[in-house]
């Protein structure tokens, strides 16, 4: 610690010394954080990464949940406008999405029972996990564990990684 802090004071240290020290201290905090938990961001799949990765390892770990579950919300949002003209958000968004009557956002096809257990599998995944984790988060100020957090942006991962299956099997241009 001591080779990382670059401030050396005197006997009676002045205010802007102790504040240039903490904030030392805090970037060391950061670098020690980063190399603790470097692995998990392996896991996370990169548009999650970029939303929320800075507001994790500032300690805004309820916010970094909510900014992944928004950016999967919004990139589902785009698709569904896009290809069904149509505005929906949030849990009956990703109904609808990955409804196999739509036919939009769709993991193996719908000719077997098998593929159409998956379809509805993964909406109802989807569904559910908006309703209990991205939307009491969007509605009331909340506080989450780090390990909780990092719990929830592998998943938050998983579920955009999904999408991006359910993307290249359907055949769909996002942008």
């Known amino acids: ?8 004071s005197s006997q009676y ?7 240039v020290i903490l904030v030392e201290l805090e970037n060391l905090k ?12 392996e896991y996370v799949h990169p548009q999650i990464k970029n939303v929320a990765e800075n507001k994790f390892f500032d300690g805004y770990y309820a916010d970094s949940v909510e900014s992944a579950f928004k950016e999967i919300n919004s990139r589902v949002k785009q698709i569904y406008l896009k290809y069904k003209n149509e505005e929906k ?9 990955f409804s196999e009557e739509t036919k939009l956002l769709v993991f193996e096809g719908t000719d077997t029972e098998s593929a159409r257990n998956v379809q509805e599998g993964y909406k109802y995944i989807f569904f559910f996990f908006f309703q209990a984790i991205r939307n009491p988060k969007a509605h009331a100020n909340m506080n989450i564990s780090r390990e909780d957090a990092m719990k929830r942006l592998v998943l938050a991962g998983l579920l955009m990684d999904k999408i991006d299956e359910a993307v290249n099997f359907s055949n769909l241009e996002e942008w």
């Open 89 to 97: 958000d949030g849990r009956d968004l990703m109904f609808k999405a």
């Open 13 to 19: 240290m002045v205010r802007q010394e102790a504040d």
């Open 1 to 8: 610690i001591k080779s990382n802090l670059v401030v050396k």
């Open 30 to 41: 950061r670098v020690l954080l980063k190399r603790k938990y470097e692995n998990f961001w």
